[in-house]
């Protein structure tokens, strides 16, 4: 009788979570990112991130990790050199489903959402030198971006390590390494681009290059 009340009480916890989030805007849940930072609990070469429960890392090289969850995977790029420089990175917003740039004392970066064909929606968010890519239903766009601005807003640079990393030129080129429409594209679940043929679609339409070095 205790064990199935327990599981009662666990359950209502994580509707009534999941029902929070989904009632956020997402200028809301953006805000986020403002709010107290999250302790790393991964450490990496050149830097330690936090990832957030449910998620694991499908693979990794010296300045990308592609992260996972059960239907989802959440593609992170490092930039080294212009965390190094302290290089403001331009993005302009085209056709976007929504839009919004972050200035959160100084740190910079945005937020760009694309619908796509294949009714999802591509999740676009920089901030602390690095990226995330993710493509999802409408209804998880609130759970991705909170993901994200997490896994972001946590990052910790090792400057010793990071200057000898760009030092021993050993960074990957992560355009050449994967491009996420085409890796996953056996994955119905995580990324799906469905070309009706009355168009050609090349990767500068559906991937923007303005980050990636």
Same mark, same amino acid.
């Given at each position: 009788m205790i064990k199935k009340l327990?599981?009662?009480?666990?359950?209502i916890f994580l509707i009534t979570g999941c029902t929070k989030l989904n009632d956020m805007s997402y200028d809301d849940v953006i805000n986020? +990112?403002?709010?107290?930072?999250? $302790?790393?609990? @991964?450490?990496?070469?050149?830097? *330690?991130? &936090?990832l957030p429960k449910g998620l694991s890392i499908l693979d990794a090289g010296v300045n990308y990790l592609i992260l996972s969850s059960d239907t989802v995977n959440?593609?992170?790029?490092?930039?080294? +050199?212009?965390?190094?420089?302290? $290089?403001?990175? @331009?993005?302009?917003?085209?056709? *976007?489903? &929504?839009?919004?740039?972050?200035?959160?004392?100084?740190?910079?970066?945005?937020?760009?959402?694309?619908?796509?064909?294949?009714n999802q929606y591509l999740i676009e968010i920089m901030?602390?030198?690095?990226?995330i890519?993710?493509?999802?239903?409408k209804n998880a766009i609130n759970y991705a971006l909170i993901n994200s601005i997490n896994v972001l807003k946590s990052?910790?640079?090792?400057?010793?390590?990071?200057?000898?990393?760009?030092?021993?030129?050993?960074?990957?080129?992560?355009?050449?390494?994967?491009?996420?429409f085409k890796d996953v594209a056996s994955n119905s679940n995580?990324?799906?681009?469905?070309?009706?043929?009355?168009?050609?679609?090349?990767?500068?339409?559906i991937k923007d290059t303005d980050y990636i070095n």
């Open positions: 327990l599981i009662i009480c666990l359950s986020e +990112i403002k709010v107290n930072d999250v $302790q790393t609990n @991964n450490y990496r070469r050149g830097y *330690s991130l &936090y959440y593609y992170l790029y490092l930039d080294f +050199i212009n965390y190094k420089v302290g $290089q403001k990175i @331009n993005h302009q917003s085209d056709n *976007s489903y &929504y839009f919004k740039e972050i200035n959160n004392n100084g740190f910079l970066g945005y937020v760009d959402i694309k619908l796509w064909k294949n901030y602390n030198y690095a990226k890519e993710v493509m999802v239903d990052i910790r640079y090792n400057d010793d390590i990071v200057e000898k990393i760009l030092a021993s030129d050993s960074l990957d080129n992560t355009e050449e390494i994967f491009d996420i995580t990324l799906e681009y469905e070309n009706d043929g009355n168009e050609d679609i090349t990767k500068d339409d």
